[in-house]
């Protein structure tokens, strides 16, 4: 098989991660639950993930402002129910973001353009008095367009807006600073190569939203209201200490093979599959392909072909692993007039005979 299906999940994870995972789940006892080994070794774990994560992501001064949750999606539902007044948002968010702020009123949503992508203008022009918040992709999970989140985060401090930024598909791939941002979430089984169910939510020195969930904190417990000291705050239950183990190698991964290293060789390859298909006969291409920076995501269509029978095509006669259809980006898909896409999504893992394997695979499709 070929997994051209990262920006889904990455399928192929450094050993580190497998080895993080295992050793943890036969060492580790309940964090914060108890004063022997076991649970020690899974707090001081804990806080090794969030001292890891907020090197990786600019926010050294206050580790304890990373808060864990299952993925991005959660960290998203509590980062935007703290916002009550007007959200500007775009067309190029995930249904994580539009469905959280769907549940509002207050809202305004920017369109894209013909290859997605959104200015910097747009987004100020409309700021209004009341906006509290502007909640942003970083990297668009249809088109692999990169939005300039360090320009919007100086206009969103300029004007005493909250900046809420969804890292998904750039967290692990595109070097983050979190000056400006008011809450930063992101998931840990894409391109920070952890497992599935781990994810979190790093917060600015000046947001504190309140929290979807409240419980045991192993701390406090005999007092009526949760503890609102951070994480505590927003990690009522007991922690994915097994999966964030995995996280944490992962992260570690990352810092030692190097961020530009692992986007520059994956963008490499998602590059050279768009150019040798950009004059293919039958093959529509979608995004700002020749932006100077992209996450690894090339989108098309086939003529005659739906999303779905591409995929499905790939997969049975040739191996090759990729997503079809919305990709939960539904207002992404309407402003480019399309039902649905054929995305291929590359990691550092893949390799240009795979690449080429795959443009090959697309040729013959769209010649028939």
Do not use: W
């Not at 079809?324 to 896409?341: F, I, K, Q």
């Amino acid at each position: 098989m070929i997994y051209l299906d990262n920006a889904a999940t990455t399928l192929i994870k450094p050993d580190s991660v497998k080895k993080a995972v295992l050793r943890a789940m036969d060492t580790f006892g309940n964090a914060s639950r108890g004063a022997h080994t076991p649970a020690l070794d899974a707090l001081r774990m804990l806080m090794e993930a969030r001292i890891a994560l907020a090197s990786l992501f600019g926010l050294i001064d206050d580790p304890m402002r990373v808060v864990f949750t299952p993925n991005a999606t959660v960290a998203l539902n509590i980062a935007i129910a703290g916002i009550k007044g007007h959200i500007v948002t775009t067309a190029a968010e995930h249904n994580s973001v539009l469905r959280p702020i769907y549940r509002q009123d207050n809202y305004t949503i920017i369109p894209c353009d013909i290859l997605g992508c959104i200015s910097t203008e747009a987004i100020s022009s409309a700021i209004r008095p009341d906006t509290e918040a502007v909640v942003l992709t970083h990297a668009s999970n249809v088109t692999g367009n990169v939005f300039d989140i360090q320009s919007i985060g100086e206009l969103c401090a300029a004007r005493n807006v909250h900046f809420i930024v969804d890292a998904s598909q750039s967290a692990g791939l595109l070097p983050i600073d979190m000056k400006n941002i008011s809450a930063l979430c992101f998931t840990g089984h894409k391109s920070l190569f952890g497992p599935q169910g781990t994810g979190g939510l790093c917060l600015g020195p000046n947001y504190m939203p309140e929290s979807l969930y409240v419980g045991g904190s192993g701390h406090h417990s005999f007092d009526y209201k949760h503890p609102r000291e951070l994480p505590d705050a927003l990690e009522a239950g007991t922690q994915n200490a097994h999966g964030i183990a995995g996280l944490l190698a992962g992260v570690q991964y990352i810092q030692s093979t190097g961020l530009s290293t692992i986007h520059n060789q994956a963008d490499t390859l998602a590059r050279l599959f768009a150019h040798s298909l950009a004059d293919t006969p039958g093959v529509t291409l979608y995004g700002d392909l020749a932006a100077p920076l992209r996450t690894p995501i090339v989108s098309l269509n086939i003529e005659g072909y739906d999303s779905a029978q591409v995929a499905g095509l790939l997969f049975e006669k040739y191996g090759i692993a990729v997503r079809a259809g919305a990709h939960c980006a539904p207002l992404m898909h309407d402003g480019l007039n399309l039902s649905g896409s054929v995305r291929f999504s590359f990691s550092h893992f893949n390799t240009r005979e795979e690449t080429e394997f795959a443009v090959d695979a697309v040729r013959t499709l769209a010649s028939r």
